[in-house]
DNA sequence: ACGGAAAGCGGACCGACGGTCCGCATTTTA
DNA sequence: TAAAATGCGGACCGTCGGTCCGCTTTCCGT
């Protein structure tokens, strides 16, 4: 194709790029307390540089959420149960959920990074389509349980990074507090009659 | 008290910034669309009187927001049922839902405007806890039903506005269409065995 | 009605940010 | 090793939210 493998400093210089940036979301308070010149200073590297790398700043914290995501993403596509595409519905549907909302507890920096990024983000974001169908699909799975597309919807809208900063900063709720109030939540929703 | 009743000329130039800013929202695709400037152009006044009037960007959107929210708030408070007081817990939830719903669908340029304002807004918006309250205790009188507190949280981040304006816009789903969408996912969480 | 004081007005101005640009350095390739 | 291609860096730009201060308007006691 018309692929070009990219020069030995370039990649180096995205590596650091990735680690500076990561360093940097996690110490900061708020996202917005990191900027374009901080990473590329903390990279040891000029701004040019950072925005060739990257084209602009969505672009580069979608590259970071990414790269934190794979394993999960590895583990949702082809790990053991509860996660893996063999577990039942009913067992895989919470899993995915509680997986997600560790996720997020682990890297709240980011998360807070990528949905405060875009205007209506994060559902521009390409992985939430993904992670929609594949909760969708689990949902479908469930006996007794209609319009599963809206309801993806609506549960992953409760493990957003925004509301699991609250609840688990302001509010004061600890993390194995807030899985169980998740998990409580969604037997409630797949409990039909 | 300490309350001095504000100038007329200072009255008037508030409306009309409230006016402005309201139809300049309206107008425009995004929010990030409508600089201050802007607003302030519009109403036909100097920025340093739109900034006197509100303080700042947040605080002009809140106070847009809070006057639209007004009657369905009172309605809330003191009206008739399905909204108001008076209504019994299981047919006052959805109702409080739909409504909220529909207040997004209605006002979706406002309602985005105000969740992408702060850093990690809707949460840090009184109204949200007001809404949140309001939700919890009528979901405590619904039977068989333990976890209000979280249940409430995440109904409501079921109705955000980027949620909203997703599955409307980009989805391309009618407002009937969600609506019942909405009803069916609340009557799946209220169904407890 | 009037005059001074308090309140408000407006737009030039500021600092910061995301993003661009282009002369120079480094790497790759023949 | 020389030429071509790619990448580098930081000065620079446009824009935005927000401030400041000399001037105008309104208010209120007399």
Redesign the interface.
């Known amino acids: 194709m018309t692929e070009r493998k990219p020069r030995k400093d370039a990649a180096r210089n995205r590596a650091a790029l990735l680690a500076a940036a990561d360093d940097l979301f996690a110490r900061c308070e708020?996202?917005?307390d990191v900027t374009m010149s901080d990473v590329a200073a903390a990279a040891g590297v000029g701004k040019g540089t950072l925005f060739r790398a990257f084209g602009d700043r969505t672009a580069l914290i979608r590259a970071l959420y990414a790269a934190r995501l794979e394993p999960l993403e590895r583990a949702v596509a082809e790990g053991p149960p509860p996660l893996g595409p063999g577990t039942p519905a009913p067992e895989r549907v919470p899993a995915l959920l509680d997986a997600v909302l560790c996720f997020k507890l682990d890297h709240r920096h980011l998360a807070?990074a990528l949905e405060?990024a875009g205007?209506?983000?994060p559902?521009?974001a390409e992985h939430y389509e993904r992670w929609h169908g594949l909760l969708r699909s689990a949902l479908a799975g469930v006996p007794g349980?209609?319009?599963g597309?809206?309801?993806a919807?609506?549960?992953l809208?409760?493990v957003?990074a925004?509301?699991v900063?609250?609840?688990a900063g302001?509010r004061g709720m600890g993390r194995d507090e807030l899985r169980a109030?998740?998990a409580?939540?969604v037997r409630?929703?797949l409990?039909?009659?």
């Open positions: 708020s996202p917005d807070l405060g205007a209506d983000s559902y521009q349980l209609a319009d597309d809206f309801a919807h609506a549960l809208a409760a957003r925004d509301l900063e609250y609840l302001a109030h998740l409580e939540f409630q929703v409990a039909g009659p």
